[in-house]
């Protein structure tokens, strides 16, 4: 089965900390370029976070620097977003995806709700 599946979402006070996991089975995890992307209810989808095959290379959205982390353990296929300090702008639903020039492959997403 090609797939990623997201888990570690769930309901955090604001300020707190959580870390969200994507498990990839199916493909070449080590050579996927992976991102995160999340959406708000009745929001537009919105692109939140890249990183490049070995780890050297990472971006985000501005609104998230200096708050969330990606990384990834390329010898467990599983793509990592610690989300530090969050804030309520940060509720959405966070989808892993795969990619280099497009996003080819996505996951179902998990659901981050943040209280104030």
């Known amino acids: 089965q090609v797939r990623l599946v997201e888990s570690g979402g769930g309901s955090v006070q604001t300020g707190g900390s959580l870390r969200l996991s994507c498990a990839a089975s199916g493909i070449n995890f080590k050579i996927a370029t992976m991102g995160w992307y999340r959406q708000a209810p009745g929001k537009g989808l919105e692109w939140v976070s890249s990183?490049?095959?070995?780890?050297?290379?990472?971006k985000y959205v501005d609104s998230v620097k200096g708050r969330f982390t990606i990384s990834r353990d390329n010898a467990r296929d599983t793509l990592y977003l610690d989300m530090n300090n969050v804030k309520p702008e940060d509720t959405a639903t966070y989808y892993c995806?795969?990619?280099?020039?497009?996003?080819?492959?996505w996951g179902k997403g998990t659901l981050v709700t943040v209280s104030s």
């Open positions: 990183i490049w095959t070995d780890g050297g290379d990472t």
């Open positions: 995806a795969k990619g280099r020039t497009t996003w080819d492959l």
